[in-house]
């Protein structure tokens, strides 16, 4: 099979499968190092709302998307497979996830407000 | 060779031959079984960010719950084992990667060697997982329950640190035993008592002035838990009801009693998955041992279990930015 060597829009090339991956593994522990120290830090200018959440949480956030992109598409080489593969593979978690996600948090902030204004107390 | 590579070319198998998208019949439904396990565990997730934002302001805060180190005993340490064992999980997908490699070149012993190290790296994470389930189930401070299910969590006024029940719940004569098969009813059960009765912790509170409630909600502007002050504190203590010494599937002493069902439930089917992933890797590792792919002449079982375990990977990246960052 052959295995297409570049990551990053052909920013970096690899001789060698296995050096791919050396490099992936690089790049994800980077990832990985960084959410980390965010984490623990927590830098106060991360903690306003950005669209309803706070600006920290939307880079974990896409941070690990970030990640999971690198983890299918080198170590699950849906890189080398054909184009109508990968589509057929992604586009239904591409769709079905975020209406899902849209769905349930939008009900959940509804709820959330009905408790916090309704007349039941829910400290006790 | 010829008799299993036939599978490959025969025609007969769908109209359109059988590798129609240049994959082959089995990695195909390997992917397509991934597509549909992912939408589970995103089922799962967006169960987790249901429950979340309909508790946004009183949810647990990570950081506060998983803060141990093995062989670091009350050190505050947040995060940084769960971080390791994100790091323990991609390093054993690269070995997988690897085994992957070098079953394309027909490397027989080299697939044996990286097969063995993922297993052993997929050990690791389930060990650690245990490791962290059993600090979870155990809890360290203790707390109380009031009867609205809200939990009171016990700092000291100095130093804002969580303090034991332990540290200041006083002795009193009690006269409740715990309910077993051979002392009571055969047929009842009763859950574990508690260390501590509501009454002990109720007076060790009142004798120890330095001591504040810390409660479930949250201060929106910093962010960290409301601590009370000792007037509203010692009124606050009066509602409670039951004393909570770690987790259960029924209360917690981190919070709201979702937050424990989830924890429970998310990371103990994902370590499902790690479990089943080793047996697989263990199954297909003997293969290797016994030279059946060299046989077939190609090692394409190493790679379909090799997505499943790259999948597991994918998953824990997910529960560890939603579980443990966010």
């Known amino acids: 099979m052959a295995h297409k060597l570049s990551i990053f829009r052909g920013l970096v090339t690899f001789k060698s499968n296995a050096q791919k991956i050396w490099g992936v593994l690089i790049f994800l522990s980077i990832v990985t190092a960084i959410e980390v120290a965010l984490g623990i830090i927590k830098p106060s200018i991360l903690l306003t709302p950005i669209f309803g959440m706070k600006g920290l949480n939307w880079i974990f956030i896409i941070l690990t998307i970030v990640k999971a992109y690198y983890i299918a598409w080198d170590f699950m080489h849906l890189r080398d497979e054909r184009r109508s593969f990968t589509s057929s593979i992604v586009l239904p978690l591409l769709i079905l996830i975020p209406y899902l996600i849209f769905i349930l948090l939008v009900e959940a902030e509804y709820i959330y407000s009905v408790m916090f204004n309704g007349f039941v107390s829910w400290n006790f | ?326």
């Open chain 2, 1 to 326: 060779m010829e008799a299993t590579t036939d599978i490959v070319e025969n025609e007969n198998v769908w109209g359109g031959g059988n590798k129609p998208l240049n994959a082959s019949y089995g990695k195909m439904m390997m992917w397509f079984f991934i597509v549909s396990d992912a939408l589970t565990f995103s089922g799962f997730l967006v169960a987790y960010g249901f429950s979340r934002f309909k508790n946004i302001d009183s949810w647990p805060i990570a950081d506060e719950v998983f803060h141990h180190f093995p062989f670091l005993h009350g050190v505050n340490a947040p995060m940084y084992y769960v971080a390791l064992m994100t790091f323990i999980l991609i390093f054993s997908s690269v070995t997988m990667v690897l085994a992957v490699d070098a079953g394309h070149k027909m490397q027989k012993n080299k697939v044996a060697v990286y097969m063995l190290l993922t297993i052993i790296g997929g050990a690791v994470f389930v060990g650690s997982q245990a490791w962290e389930w059993k600090n979870f189930i155990k809890g360290e401070y203790g707390a109380l329950e009031t009867k609205g299910g809200q939990i009171l969590q016990f700092v000291s006024a100095d130093s804002g640190k969580r303090v034991a029940l332990s540290s200041f719940a006083a002795s009193q004569p009690k006269d409740r035993a715990q309910h077993s098969a051979d002392n009571g009813i055969w047929y009842v059960d009763e859950a574990k008592l508690p260390t501590y009765s509501v009454a002990e912790v109720q007076e060790g509170f009142l004798t120890h002035p330095d001591l504040r409630i810390k409660t479930e909600m949250i201060d929106a502007k910093t962010g960290h838990k409301i601590v009370l002050d000792r007037a509203a504190s010692e009124a606050k203590i009066t509602q409670a009801v039951y004393v909570v010494e770690g987790a259960n599937l029924i209360r917690n002493e981190y919070g709201n009693r979702l937050f424990a069902d989830f924890f429970f439930f998310i990371t103990g089917f994902h370590g499902f998955h790690v479990f089943s992933g080793v047996v697989f890797n263990g199954i297909i590792f003997f293969n290797v041992l016994l030279g059946t792919y060299e046989r077939r002449g190609h090692y394409e079982m190493v790679e379909k279990v090799g997505l499943y375990w790259h999948f597991v990977d994918l998953v824990w990246v997910f529960v560890f930015t939603f579980f443990y960052l966010v």
